[in-house]
């Protein structure tokens, strides 16, 4: 159920079944997880209870993007800054193709996400896609 409330965009059933128990674990047939579908709502209360719930913000989604790399690409800020905060997230994790939030904030044209990366004070501005670019 609260993969499906998360799926169809209904977030204040998705919450109250966070709030009943509803488990975090587990992956869409597509392989999703509640965490990463759940970015796209832009709601950071939503992405704190399913964090809070257990959910991985390691795991990454089927394109290789962690729940920050998500974060980024989707211009909400608050949540990037809110799971920085968790344990071992970085700014400069690569996803599977090789590129960090920074090359992914600077090639989508997405200036005031490339300044908010390049804010953060553990960004590592010379850090190469496997193409030997950086994000500058």
């Keep these: ?19 009943a128990g509803a488990g975090v674990d587990g992956v869409t ?36 993007w962690t729940a920050f790399h998500m974060a980024v690409f989707g211009g909400f800020t608050d949540i990037a800054d809110y799971l920085l905060t968790l344990p071992g997230v970085t700014i400069n994790k690569p996803m599977s193709d090789g590129w960090a939030p ?13 300044a908010y990366v390049l804010a953060q004070k553990d960004v590592d501005v010379n850090l190469a896609t496997p193409q030997e670019q950086t994000g500058l």
């Excluded at 159920?1 to 709030?19: G, S």
């Excluded at 920074?102 to 490339?114: F, N, V, W, Y």
């Design 102 to 114: 920074i090359h992914q904030a600077s090639a989508d044209g997405k200036p005031e996400m490339l």
């Design 29 to 64: 047939t597509s392989s999703w997880t509640a965490l990463a579908i759940s970015i796209q709502s832009g709601d950071l209360e939503l992405i704190k209870a399913i964090t809070d719930r257990g959910a991985d913000p390691y795991a990454t989604a089927p394109n290789g």
């Design 1 to 19: 159920p609260l993969f499906r409330a998360l799926n169809d965009k209904h977030y204040e059933a998705a919450r109250m079944l966070l709030a």
